[in-house]
């Protein structure tokens, strides 16, 4: 096991999954606060390196793409003070620094790990229920539903219509931007068979950011809802594998004539699919699990096991 404490925080790296924890100093940033501590699994790791200061170094951490969601919502857009997967070091403590990176890097060389992008998240993005307040309105998430209201700061055009709710299905995609000099940020909501080109403080399916203290804390938001979207490298809704949609024309009289003569089922059914697990009730579970493993009711053994079996659902 490595482990370093700083006053900016705490990462323990265990051989299986390295444990983030922000820390308690005035100066660490309150997105991370929120956020709390986050686990992340060695299968959702890239790579990590230490960079030495003259008073100073910094750790971080490189996630694989499509690992979570959180980066994947905010584009790489986190600057330094908010980004999670940074830890700011003391000189005094580069030695223990450049230890963690190696069992780190071992791990990753004894597992096989591949640094290509993944196809599902491995993160469970933040814990919901989810409210903020900040620029113009609050976002609330629930893990079903969006719920924005406004405040008297909001454009009347906008504010009119009164709060807005809109649930997960409703959404195709969500969209975070800091405010950057005199260029105000928003977080956007884009939904199916709705899209707009209308500037955020007039977008009924925004709030407009303005660089505020708690602006960054929409990044959560944003992030618990991408969570439960379907992951951006999932096939396209209907869309049929290459092999598939280049033998339609010559297998679909053999495709209904295996259908009609299915065991049990009437002439022409087709049947149904089998269910999936739910992707939410995986994510919860992992959350769990976590949780027994920290708590010390799971052995590291069992945990390990447990998770591998969660992840191969996902």
Known sequence: MAEI??????????????????????????LRRTLGELTVPLGALA??????????????????????????????RLTEPHDPYQ????????????????????????????AGPVHAYLLPGPSVPLSVSAGDGTAGFDGERVRLEWNWKTEESKSSGGARSIGVAEIEG?????????????????LRHAPTKAPAKYDPNAVELWGFK???????????????????AAAPENALPPSTSSMSSTSSASSVSSVSSAPGLPPGAVPSPAPGPDHDALLRRLRELGELHRDGVLTDDEFALAKQAVLHRM
Request: aromatic content about 6%; some cysteine.
């Open 214 to 232: 708690k602006d960054p804390l929409m990044a959560l938001v944003a992030a618990a809802v991408q969570a439960r979207l379907p992951h951006p």
């Open 5 to 30: 404490i700083q006053r900016d925080g705490t990462w323990v790296f265990d051989g299986d999954a390295l444990r983030l924890t922000p820390g308690r100093d005035k100066n660490v940033s309150l």
């Open 47 to 76: 790579g990590v390196s230490f960079e030495q200061g003259k008073k100073t170094g910094r750790l971080r951490l490189r996630l694989r793409d499509g690992a979570d969601p959180l980066l994947h919502a905010t584009g790489g």
């Open 174 to 190: 969500v969209e975070w931007q800091p405010a950057v000099g005199l260029e105000n940020g928003c977080l956007r909501f884009r």
């Open 87 to 114: 830890l700011t070091v003391e000189s005094d403590r580069y030695g223990v620094a450049e230890y963690l990176v190696d069992e780190v890097r071992r791990a990753l060389l004894l597992d096989g790990v591949p």
